[in-house]
């Protein structure tokens, strides 16, 4: 409190102090300080907002197996996206809670590049830095070192450098910046193209034109989703059918938001966690898996702050799949009775959980187009067929009086 109250007196300020017996103090001070630029430093939600967009939509540029990296930082958790952002570089990268622990790594091997965070107890970054030049077991006194820093004032950079560091990247990490940084101080023979994945895809399935274009699509793992449908074949049908959904599904998903239906919305976010899933489009399925968490959990709140972005990288599959639009044919009109016939067959195979022939039907019924008197009914059926609900089913069909 004494040393507060200097500095503020050699501000021309003065802490002043509220405080009430039992429940508490309040401190406060004022201080003049003199405008340097007039220019609106903008809106920070927005950029905040841009921000999260940016993270969330990122792919990595960066291939290189061969590098190894450490970072240095005291918050486990900074370590732990540093490590995701990174995870499918193919890069070898170590961590340190502390400037100790830096130190007995770089003893023992040897890092292409450094990152090590300014304000950390007991040892900051700048004395980790010194002493591991100091000593004489580094395996790493000719490696770039960069700075982790939250100081991203102006006069930082300078002060890095004369210090010893070779750079400085601010906190938190941008991942297009983290990739510029390391791109910029790795040796170039190690970096390999990021296309080579795709190239290895389009190889595997030479002479498939469906199978060629899925393996340009960034972020869709194409193995695993060949490996989770069986054959090409299954693979183009369900992303077919993946795909015509999309907009109906973005608009339930919505609804139950709006309506504040988190039983229903838990309900849809499994079953596109699933299907997302079955198609190689890993990264949608673990935002699904998050919010499904949530429900499961009432954190409401979370379900709040990640839902636009989550709908967003949702309908963002239209543009990836945009393809399929000239290869999916306009679809026939059923009949009303012919619909019904389906129904009745439905609720046949029903009673016999027969799942396999349920999916025959809704295959079929997917190539048409029903009627719009029945579409609210083979919605409802749809959506328990996908789910697995037979009791949901059979209640859905007893609501409709298909015997």
Known sequence: MSIVMKLLAMMNSSLEVKSVYGKGSEFWFAIEQSVVDWSEVGSIEKIYQ???????????????PKAKLLFVDDTEMNLEVIKGLLKKTGMQVDTALSGKEALELVAQKTYDIIFIDHRMPEMDGIETYR?????????CKDKPCIMLTANAISGSRKMYLNAGFTDYISKPVNPMQLENIIEK?????????????????????????????????KGLNVDLALKNCGSPELLESSIKRYYS???????????????????????????????SRLIGAMF??????????????????DIRKKHSLFIKNFLGYKRKFAFLEKDIPARKQISETDFLEKMQHVRNLTEKYDLDGLDSVM???SKVSVPEHSRNLYKQVSECIENVDFNGLKDVLEKFNIR
């Open 245 to 275: 959904t999309i907009d109906v599904r973005a608009a339930e998903l919505e609804r139950f938001f709006e309506t504040e239906n988190w039983k229903d919305y838990g309900i849809k976010v499994h079953a596109l966690k699933s299907t």
């Open 363 to 365: 295959d079929e019924l």
């Open 131 to 139: 002493c591991m030049q100091k000593m004489k077991e580094n395996k």
């Open 50 to 64: 841009e921000s999260v967009c940016e993270i969330s939509s990122y792919k990595e540029k960066l291939h290189a």
């Open 284 to 301: 949608l399925s673990k935002k699904a898996e998050i919010l499904e968490r949530h429900v499961d959990k009432a954190e409401y709140e």
């Open 185 to 217: 101080y790795l040796p170039k023979n190690y970096l390999e193209p990021i296309n080579s994945f795709e190239t290895k895809c389009l190889e595997k399935n030479k002479g498939n034109p469906f199978m060629e274009r899925l393996c340009r699509i």
